[in-house]
């Protein structure tokens, strides 16, 4: 079961800054907090994963709280074609090989222009 | 050139066929998987392999045989294909199981079973 809660919708002005929540009040502190996106028909695709600390790549900024319980994915100047549902997953440093990607429902978020 | 490549891209197929689905990948990676996505969108790990060698198996009905030539490749034979076989399966793979990677995923095979 995904470890993860995340509002099932969102829309967002294109050209505006799109946070996605994501709530994981139970992860412990060998886990990390990886994003993932899905467009429409295609398949899943990584954005950016974090720790403890703010991360930053060239697609976009994540923010975990300090008591790391929750996240925000930010995409700065969103476009149309970041229309996707978005997924906010939990997952331990991988000490297993039998570590695996557990997606939840996600967030659907919808650029609009 | 594509990452992580699956063919074929959309298959249909009657009841109680056999088929396969097959998977690639050109960035020297050593663990591969597969991913069911149902209708209602959830998207569910079957296998993981790593350097050839079964790791994963989520309880998947043994009709779905996975199968690794090599570490570059992963395929997927299914069995007296149901109804409830219809799905998106995605393959993917990251560079090794114990480093904290990424997943690249492919572009999914539309199964659909009539």
């Known amino acids: 079961d995904a470890k993860t809660t995340q509002p099932p919708s969102m829309d967002c002005a294109e050209g505006r800054a799109a946070n996605l929540p994501c709530n994981h009040s139970?992860?412990?502190?060998?886990?990390?907090v990886y994003w993932y996106r899905q467009i429409h028909s295609q398949g899943p695709q990584y954005i950016i994963h974090g720790l403890k600390n703010n991360e930053t790549n060239e697609m976009a900024s994540l923010i975990i709280t300090e008591d790391r319980k929750s996240s925000t994915l930010i995409l700065p100047h969103a476009t149309l074609r970041d229309t996707a549902v978005y997924y906010c997953i939990v997952r331990p440093l991988r000490r297993y090989n039998t570590d695996k990607l557990i997606f939840g429902t996600g967030t659907r978020l919808q650029v609009f222009p | 050139d594509t990452a992580v490549s699956q063919t074929p891209k959309y298959l249909v197929t009657q009841m109680g066929n056999d088929k396969s689905i097959k998977c690639e990948q050109n960035l020297g990676h050593d663990t591969m998987y597969w991913y069911k996505q149902d209708s209602k969108k959830f998207l569910k790990i079957m296998f993981s392999?790593?350097?050839?060698?079964?790791?994963i198996n989520e309880t998947v009905p043994n009709r779905f045989s996975p199968k690794s030539p090599d570490k570059a490749h992963l395929n997927l034979h299914i069995n007296s294909l149901e109804l409830g076989d219809s799905a998106v399966y995605f393959c993917?793979?990251?560079?090794?199981?114990?480093?904290?990677?990424?997943?690249?995923f492919g572009q999914g095979t539309r199964l659909t079973v009539v």
């Open positions: 392999y790593n350097n050839k060698e079964l790791i």
């Open positions: 139970t992860i412990s502190g060998n886990e990390y």
């Open positions: 993917a793979s990251s560079q090794d199981v114990l480093s904290n990677t990424e997943a690249f």
